[in-house]
């Protein structure tokens, strides 16, 4: 299971109303996870690609978009991902 807060698809969570690219789903969708930091000191999870064939769940869900307003709310028309 894994639990990112603040990232969309065109724009992570932005107060301001800028893009924020840094924190975009797409990027880390098939890397074993993403912290800011290191595991152990040494270890960085998004530098490691997950293995779709270990593991194949029954069930996958993924909220998509819900960051994206953030950026979008002043922008109708870009609230559609094309």
Same mark, same amino acid.
């Given at each position: 299971?894994? !639990?990112l *807060? /603040? @990232?969309g698809?065109? *724009?992570g @969570? =932005?107060e301001n109303g800028?893009?924020l690219?840094t924190?975009? #789903?797409?990027? @880390? @969708?098939?890397? #074993?996870g993403k912290?800011e930091g290191?595991f152990? /000191? +040494?270890l960085?999870?998004? !530098?490691l $690609?997950w293995?779709? $064939?270990?593991? #194949?769940?029954?069930?996958?869900?993924v $909220?998509?978009g819900?960051n994206?307003d *953030?950026? +979008? &709310? =002043?922008?109708?028309?870009d &609230?559609r991902?094309t």
């Open positions: 299971m894994v !639990s *807060s /603040g @990232y698809i065109i *724009s @969570y =932005t800028e893009k690219l924190h975009l #789903v797409p990027d @880390y @969708y098939e890397k #074993v912290s290191k152990d /000191g +040494t960085v999870p998004q !530098s $690609n293995d779709f $064939n270990k593991f #194949v769940p029954d069930l996958i869900v $909220n998509l819900t994206d *953030s950026y +979008t &709310r =002043t922008a109708p028309t &609230r991902i």
